[in-house]
């Protein structure tokens, strides 16, 4: 044993050096302790290589492109958006991940098993792909021109050294057209209202799905939708489309009086018709509105019968219900007591037997037709048995500037029973001495005593359609 100091030859169980008196203890406990330290170094060398080794079969799995697919397989079975949030990346900036899309996308694919099996089949595909093939071209060479869809690709590094896979969502876009551009109709897409215009007819970016889209015709007065819904899935389009082709259109009406209100399916609107043709605007012409005017009179409000819009687009209003039900039956029994007591007057030759709401015009007609009477059948006698009146021949009323008076004309035959000679028939039966005449009659308006009067009962020739009539036996 020598000393490492000198070279010197030194016993073995020595303490110190002879030659130059170094410590021969230290010495050897050194030897001692470089050797801990290389086993210590060894032992280190292996743990960090085992930790190498259990990380990288640890990261392999974790971030395998499998590992991703299955993940997002899973958060779609369980319903679970906030981890599709997490899963999933766009595209595309203008598209963000929310919670609200990923339902959507859930929601579409637990309802359409096909799709979401052949989106698996896709995602497991390019798996494959990127599995079994060296030069990736950074994740991409498998891609297609798919639109909404997902994709899995590889996007940078984790821990270093492990390829990171992402699930890239490609979206679609909706494209959304109207037949007829309108201001009142409004576009919507999953009830978010959206603006078309010539220029911009696309929207989007939108996840895979499937989205409801609308357009609502709204002119204040009539609300008319229509409703589809898109899938957007695996498109081989940027988007698509849809035309709306709603029924709607300008509509026209023609009044036969001037200051009309007109009403839309039974509610007063805000729209004042002139007398003559005239546009209202644009409604649906889908026989889902009906229109009617309005015109007040002294008497009270008349109406026209409602009209249905069809796709001719146009409706004429020349025709006013000039007396409802109720007042029908009232004026036609004042008028058969008015002819009731003209023929009482023809017989008795007495005048004052009129009744007292006929006008002086008629009287003045009536003392004509006595003489009349009087000279060609002066035995006359007669007596009112029945009465049928053409509610379809009642005119519209009509203004008289030198009276100041409204006026109405309607049509009626009147069944006599004339035993002792006849003043004219149209029908007769000669063995009961009954006649049945056709007559004219004008009644006018007092606005002072709120009383139709009879001005006029001329002798016409026509004939009552039963549809159109109603009867009134006279006790």
Known sequence: MKCKNCGHNVKKDGQFCPECGANLELQHG???????????????????????????????????????????ETAVNDHDANELVDLLHSSTESLEITEENTKILIDYLLDNPDAFG?????????????????????????????????????????????DDYKLVVIPGYIQ??????????????????V??????????????????????????????????????????????????EMPIAETTVYSVVSDAQLYINGEESDITLDEGKQVIGTFPNDESVTLQIDKEYPWGHVKSEEKVITDDNHLNFD????????????????????????????TEKDASKLDKNVTDNLKTAFTENLAKVEREEPEYSGKLIKATYD??????PIYDEKSDQYSV????????????????????????????RSRMMTLVYDEVAKEWLLDGYENEYFIVVDSDAKEYDIQ
């Not at 004309?409 to 049945?436: C, K, M, Q, S």
């Open 30 to 72: 050194k030897k001692k302790s470089s050797k801990r330290i290389m086993i210590l170094f060894s032992s280190i060398i292996t743990l960090i290589i085992l930790a190498v080794i259990i990380v990288f079969f640890l990261g392999k799995d974790r971030f395998s492109p499998e590992q991703v697919v299955s993940a997002f």
């Open 118 to 162: 052949n989106l698996k089949s896709r995602l497991n595909d390019q798996v494959e792909f990127i599995n079994s093939t060296a030069n990736q071209i950074n994740g991409t060479a498998y891609q297609d021109e798919t639109y909404a869809t997902i994709n899995v690709m590889q996007d940078g590094k984790q821990w270093l050294f492990f």
């Open 176 to 193: 959304l057209y109207l037949d007829e551009e309108n201001k009142y109709t409004t576009l919507y897409i999953n009830d978010k209202e």
């Open 195 to 244: 603006e078309a215009t010539e220029e911009n007819t696309s929207f989007g970016p939108y996840m895979p799905g499937a989205y409801t889209v609308k357009a609502v015709f709204n002119n204040t007065y009539v609300t008319l939708e229509e409703e589809e819904t898109l899938s957007l899935f695996a498109m081989g389009q940027e988007a698509v489309g849809h035309s709306f």
């Open 319 to 346: 025709k006013l219900i000039v007396f409802n039900d109720e007042e029908q039956d009232k004026i036609m029994e004042r008028l058969n007591e008015m002819i009731a007591s003209y023929h009482v007057a023809l």
């Open 391 to 396: 509610f379809a021949r009642i005119s519209n």
């Open 409 to 436: 004309t309607l049509e009626a035959h009147y069944v006599f029973h004339e035993p002792n000679g006849n003043i004219g028939w149209l029908f007769r039966d000669t063995e009961r001495d009954n006649y049945t």
